[in-house]
């Protein structure tokens, strides 16, 4: 699959449109443009057994959050706080996202 661009990165704080856990708000920690999917923090989260290893010395059962589509999350602007879809815009010769509800440039 070839790179795609996504609308948010990886620091922004979005808000889940569907699932689980719908409407939760969290805040990215990586996202992988070329599987589509990003990992929410405190989102979409499973529970794994694992053996003892040398990573988890004591095994069990660990709790942690597993990549989810893109298209199922929207940008939360942090000027009027609310979810929104982002345009683009050159601001001083950069390109900068600006929020469609409020007009306010994110970054």
Do not use: W, Y
């Amino acid at each position: 699959m070839s790179l795609v661009k996504l609308h948010v990165k990886k620091g922004d704080t979005v808000q889940v449109l569907a699932g689980k856990d719908k409407g939760k708000q969290g805040k990215i920690i990586s996202a992988a443009p070329s599987a589509g999917k990003v990992i929410v923090e405190g989102v979409n989260k499973v529970k794994r057994h694992s053996k003892p290893s040398l990573k988890v010395p004591q095994g069990g059962i660990i709790t942690k959050e597993m990549p989810m589509p893109v298209c199922k999350v929207q940008l939360v602007c942090p000027a009027c706080n609310k979810p929104t879809r982002t345009g683009h815009k050159v601001v001083n010769g950069k390109n900068s996202r600006f929020c469609k509800k409020c007009g306010e440039v994110i970054e």
